[in-house]
């Protein structure tokens, strides 16, 4: 007497399954494709936050580039020659597919305390109108736009000049 019982294995019939792989199947393929779909949006997300860095740095090149043109002596004589001592100047700079609009602005904002200079002898005071040298401080201010975006940068930079003292006088020999 063989004691077969002990050893019989649990077969699944075909009247059982009714479609259970192909369940599993679509379960397994719908995940895969949610995880996609994300990914994909995730990857749209990093090419606009990359595409908004690239414009940003767009601007801020083009502000400094605006800083380095108007902070010339000729720049500051005609802001000078101004009635308000203010000056504006507006450059268009053709950049891809847009242009980089920025405007430049000197002002004039009055005498100022001296800093003290290496080599250059002046009144221990430093004031302004005290001995021969007085100094006056130009600010610049300088702001770029990149048109179609939102991309916009700001920058400033004080300029001071040294200019004869209102009570100077020249000694004669």
Not at 8 to 37: E, F, P, Y
Not at 60 to 88: C, G, P, W
Not at 140 to 158: F, I, P, V
Not at 159 to 172: F, L, Q, T, W
Request: hydrophobic share 40%; with cysteine; aromatic share 6%.
């Amino acid at each position: 007497m063989t004691n077969n019982h002990k050893y019989k294995m649990n077969v699944v019939s075909k009247a059982g399954q009714n479609g259970s792989a192909l369940l599993w199947g679509l379960v397994i393929l719908l995940t895969l494709t949610v995880i996609g779909v994300a990914a994909a949006r995730m990857g749209i997300t990093d090419i606009r936050i990359a595409g908004n860095q690239i414009f940003g740095v767009m601007t801020y090149q083009s502000s400094e580039s605006v800083l380095e043109r108007i902070s010339t002596l000729f720049h500051i004589k005609e802001t000078t020659d101004e009635a308000d001592m203010i000056n504006s100047w507006d450059f268009v700079d053709a950049v891809n597919e847009g242009a980089t609009n920025s405007t430049g602005t000197i002002r004039m904002a009055g005498s100022i305390q001296c800093a003290p200079q290496e080599g250059f002898a002046m009144s221990a005071e430093m004031t302004p109108g005290v001995g021969s040298v007085s100094c006056l401080l130009y600010t610049m201010d300088s702001r770029a736009t990149l048109s179609g975006t939102g991309a916009r940068s700001n920058h400033s930079q004080g300029v001071m000049k040294y200019v004869p003292a209102s009570g100077a006088a020249a000694s004669g020999g």
